[in-house]
């Protein structure tokens, strides 16, 4: 059973950053992309940024230039890095993971909560 680990939400003033960190139990390589959602308050859960096993990247136009996506393969860990934060950021965020041989496979982690307040 593949488990996702998220860690590094919190309460930040508009303006600041933060960085969430999301730990797999197998090899991050073992799967084709990793990436960061995001679920704010009646809203649909939509995808924030993406890194692919091939090092491709993708980033939703409203963080793009803001956060950033990034491993350590070693550690097993991607991380994303979120800067000038806004308050429109505020969201419970969830790291996902999948496979695909030959349907997709999805994991999810259990999601951090980020509030973007002053």
């Known amino acids: 059973q593949v488990q996702l680990v998220e860690s590094g939400g919190g309460l930040v003033q508009p303006g600041g950053s933060l960085r969430l960190s999301c730990v797999t139990s197998e090899s991050i390589l073992s799967f084709m992309a990793m990436g960061w959602y995001r679920q704010a308050p009646g809203k649909q859960r939509e995808l924030v940024a993406r890194l692919s096993r091939g090092n491709f990247t993708y980033y939703d136009g409203s963080v793009k230039d803001r956060f950033t996506i990034s491993r350590d393969n070693a550690k097993n860990t991607v991380y994303l890095q979120m800067n000038s934060l806004k308050s429109e950021d505020t969201a419970v965020y969830y790291c996902?993971?999948?496979?695909?041989?030959?349907?997709?496979?999805?994991?999810w982690g259990q999601g951090t909560q980020v509030t973007v307040s002053s």
């Open positions: 996902n993971a999948y496979r695909v041989d030959p349907s997709r496979h999805d994991f």
